[in-house]
Nanobody
């Protein structure tokens, strides 16, 4: 079992930056691929970024490519997403998730564990 907890959300002006963190409790954290998803009010949950178990491969949604960077520190049982050049459309609740599989990581169906989420609000 893996428990996940996000932190680092907040209110930021358009063009600003935030760094979100996700802390995992399981000793087997390094065995999981990790992803970030977000959900805006009235919209479906959408994929943001993912990283392989070793950190050697990353994936990004087209909407955030070039602005967001996902990384992980397995020694600290943590995964991060650095978000730069934030836009109002980036507003939403951001969730980290863990997957036992290294394929099709852009869909939430392949993730087994989810955090509670952290709110990110980007003002115009």
């Amino acid at each position: 079992q893996v428990q996940l907890e996000e932190s680092g959300g907040g209110l930021v002006q358009a063009g600003g930056s935030l760094r979100l963190s996700c802390a995992a409790s399981g000793r087997t954290f390094s065995s999981y691929a990790m992803g970030w998803f977000r959900q805006a009010p009235g919209k479906e949950r959408e994929f943001v970024a993912a990283i392989s178990w070793s950190g050697g491969t990353t994936y990004y949604a087209d909407s955030v490519k070039g602005r967001f960077t996902i990384s992980r520190d397995n020694a600290k049982n943590m995964v991060f997403v650095q978000m730069n050049s934030l836009k109002p459309e980036d507003t939403g609740v951001y969730y980290c998730a863990a997957s036992l599989y290294g394929r099709s990581l852009s869909t939430g169906l392949n993730y087994h564990y989810w955090g509670q989420g952290t709110q990110v609000t980007v003002s115009s």
